[in-house]
């Protein structure tokens, strides 16, 4: 399939929809054509929690593309090699974790594309479609219309620079981690004191970013899934233990 995350956001947006995804963290590329015929509209595969290897990642891209939805990749580490390996791949974004430094960012961003000082050029990958060097031409164009980074800001760092970061030439979305931030901050999410404090972090680094004409995500179920411009939902192992829960607790009633 061709690259196509960008297009995808922003043919939601312009019809009034929130794009809406969830995060797969299983080595069976099995969950990944599930959610993804299940109609999200992207599949964020998580390399950074999840236990996927490469082999494994281009599984997951390919069983997503089947199932019709756009597949993104959080990457291990905010370096331009990794970013690399993950296009190659085939992933038609990244969401790299830690987001901070706008100057970071910036190179990132380039490293996700075909241009002077970008990526690498070859087209014996999975992500170039195995192409010849005779057709590079239109494929490098797509790819570099449509590929997406999208910075996760999950540190006090990365919230204060939100406005700088979303500044970045090539940066239309970026995501918000609550759980990584509160750690950061030294917050309890499970005392009401401290959510609210995270929501109006949120609130407030969402506002910083309006004036770039920047977006941003979350995942759901933090309170904010209203003021969010696009979300997550859960994850395929969250869903799987959910529900295996859920048929436990029918049969099984608690004792109290």
């Known amino acids: 399939m061709r690259t196509n995350a960008r297009e995808r956001f922003s043919g939601l947006v312009a019809r009034g929809m929130r794009p809406l995804g969830t995060f797969v963290m299983s080595s069976d590329p099995s969950t990944s054509a599930i959610v993804a015929s299940a109609g999200y509209d992207f599949v964020i595969i998580d390399r ?19 199932g019709g939805a756009s597949p993104l990749m959080r990457v291990l580490e905010p370096s331009a090699n990794t970013i690399q390996q993950a296009l190659d791949a085939g992933a038609h974004g990244i969401v790299v974790p830690k987001a901070e430094d706008p100057g970071v960012i910036e190179r990132l961003v380039r490293a996700t594309r075909y241009t002077s000082g970008g990526r690498g050029k070859c087209g014996s990958t999975p992500g170039a479609g195995f192409v010849t060097m005779n057709d590079w ?48 901050l030294g917050l309890d999410t499970s005392i009401d004191a401290d959510r609210i404090q995270i929501r109006d972090i949120f609130i407030e ?13 979350v995942p759901a179920g933090w309170g904010l899934d209203d003021e969010a411009d696009f979300l997550t939902i859960g ?22």
């Open 137 to 184: 031409g239109p494929v490098a164009a797509r790819h570099n219309e449509n590929v997406l980074l999208l910075p996760l800001l999950e540190t006090r760092a990365g919230v204060d620079n939100a406005e700088k970061i979303a500044a970045v030439d090539g940066v239309d979305y970026l995501f918000f981690g609550p759980a990584d931030l509160s750690q950061d």
């Open 48 to 66: 950074e929690h999840g236990m996927i290897d490469l082999a494994g990642a281009v599984n997951h891209i390919r069983a997503i593309e089947l």
């Open 205 to 217: 680094a969402q506002a910083s970013i309006r004036s770039s004409g920047a977006r941003m995500g």
């Open 235 to 256: 994850s395929d192992l969250g869903s799987v233990r959910a529900k295996a829960v859920e048929g436990l607790a029918r049969f099984r009633p608690s004792m109290e």
